[in-house]
């Protein structure tokens, strides 16, 4: 038994099993799945236990990742264990002779294993949501400012998305083309989402979505940007046909004032493929009275299948012409393909300066190496403008971050002797007759300071610094009642 460890280079709800794409793998001797390869286009990456891809012995018999399980006598079950190890930042690390921090345009991906067992090979098409030899991790945190300017309430996310192939038959059979089914979750109404697609027209999907009745607040706001207004609920835009590579894309939701530090928003995207049904289709309704030519055809236009319509022309005493219309529905299912979530929490332009940094400096480095015709070139682009404005939305500075995939801003931390520092350990954490938090009590030695804040954030660290006995360093504003900042400080 084997297991295979990749990484997708982006989010992307297309984690269905697809043994000549994203699971791409060499054969064993006996035609069975061997040692993983890089998928199509480079849209996913393997990562190994024993070296990297050039050097790695995990699929050597008997080795790490590939073993011999057996069931001892008079047990009904055994354990073993598979891993790999995540190298990210070894310029050895190459894939294609680039080094493996190219491969990846945006911040948060997913890991997917593929259990490999010769005498169950995967059906292609399957998922890991529904497949119990494919098991997936998705990390993804983009966080944002409260209060902050506008750009600071702005996540963007990069996403890869596989074209639709489902239209092209549609237009014989009468399939919907696959479509990303949006769950926004609690995310504050009025809040605007956007998908910059640079390879698609944004004005084409607009188009598409009418046809299947799910084009309401669908607008652009450029030639390949659609945006949406979250209203709740659910969100559907159909994903355009396409034979090439796949739709580099990035997906932003901005969220209006008024949220506050410790909330956490999720919206989950889903792929919806359309499949056509088995066996007989149900039978069709009974007859409706007889309509106007104008109501049938409102009623047909509305519906979403795209069925076939044959238009007969019958006198009648009472009326003039009526149009009388056949339907034949294509017998179709929609399943979910695959998905990936994005989370927001709410936190502090403070919090937030160290990170931001450091990303920023990370895209610079992937862009610098980077060529212009790169289907992520465009995006990367937005997104590291997007980057720099939170960054300057903050406090930071853009211009002063280098392209770098290991610099890190120099952090001075406050210290005994910072006259607006005061520094000691948590001996108090303060609740009001409600519960919610109030502050809590700081012990300098030689006097207590009493610490005023109703951040549940803040809470939460005064509770693990008193639990774990850590040296806290608050800063003051010029108002000696409101904090600017909290530094944990090392042993």
Sequence with gaps: MRVFFRVFASQSPDTDFDPNGTYASTPDPAGHPGTPQPGAGQTTVPFFATANAASETDYQ????????????????QTYAYYGCFLNFYDPANTVGGQQVQTLFPGTHHCIVAEIAYDDAPIPSG??????????QRNLQLTLIDNPGPAATHRAPQTFDLRPSSALAAGRVVGLPPD???????????????????????AADVIELAGQWGGAYGLTASDAHTLNVTVEGGVTYIPIPEGTGQNFAGLF?????????????????VRRLSSRPARGTPPPSPPPEAPA?????????????????????DEPTES??????????????????????????PVSTGEAMLIPEQMTLAVMKWRMAH???????HPVLDRYIKYCAARLEGIGGDPSAVPASLDWHPEVRP???GDADAVCGKVVEVLFDCHGEFEGFVLDECCSRRLVHSRERAVGELALRAARENLTLCVRFCADPARVESITVVAA
């Design 292 to 312: 106007t030519a104008r109501q049938t055809r409102r009623k047909t236009a509305s519906t979403n299948a795209a069925p076939k319509i044959d238009v007969v």
């Design 126 to 135: 399957v998922s890991p949501m529904s497949w119990d030899q494919l098991a």
């Design 61 to 76: 018999t008997n080795s790490v990742n590939n073993q011999t399980v057996t069931i001892p006598a008079g047990q009904d």
């Design 414 to 416: 406050p210290h005994r």
């Design 179 to 201: 479509e990303l089914m949006i769950d926004w979750g609690a995310v504050p109404l009025g809040s605007v989402a956007s998908i910059y697609w640079p390879a698609v027209s």
């Design 370 to 376: 980077l060529s212009p015709g790169n289907r992520w």
């Design 319 to 344: 009326e003039g012409n009526v149009v009388a219309v056949k339907v034949e529905q294509p017998a179709f299912f929609r399943q979910v393909v695959g998905s990936f979530i994005v989370r927001i």
């Design 252 to 268: 932003t939701l901005e969220v209006p004032v008024g949220v506050r530090t410790g909330q956490e928003f999720e919206v989950i």
